[in-house]
């Protein structure tokens, strides 16, 4: 299983991006997805997280800037990031819980890096 996150860059605070990650391979059936981050000095955070009913949850540091969404058909998850904010900087991981011919295992996404200029 491989997953391949796009839609990072540079952007001035108050503005938006819209992150994308494709999950391909032999998969089964897809869990939970999130998206996590990790700011220089800092450890991973999770930002966001969808169940496959289409349930989310948000760190409260994003609550109503970020939204998390998934493609089923697509194997995709998105999470469009608006207001942005410069401690928002950071590498953004997609995550996700798979259901593949090897069994029930996390993957990581390369990770696609998110710079908010004030």
């Known amino acids: 299983v491989q997953l391949q996150a796009s839609g990072g860059g540079l952007v001035q605070a108050g503005g938006s991006l819209r992150l994308s990650c494709a999950a391909s391979?032999?998969?089964?059936?897809?869990?939970?997805m999130a998206w996590y981050r990790q700011a220089p000095g800092k450890q991973r955070e999770l930002v966001a997280s969808?169940?496959?009913?289409?349930?989310?949850t948000y760190a409260d540091s994003v609550k109503g800037r970020f939204t998390i969404s998934r493609d089923n058909g697509k194997s995709t998850v998105n999470l469009e990031i608006n207001s942005l904010k410069p401690e928002d900087t950071a590498v953004y991981y997609c995550?996700?819980?798979?259901?593949?011919?090897?069994?029930?295992?996390?993957?990581w996404g390369q990770g696609t890096q998110v710079t908010v200029s004030s």
């Open positions: 995550n996700v819980l798979v259901i593949s011919l090897l069994g029930r295992n996390n993957y």
């Open positions: 391979g032999s998969i089964v059936a897809i869990k939970a």
């Open positions: 969808i169940t496959n009913s289409g349930s989310t």
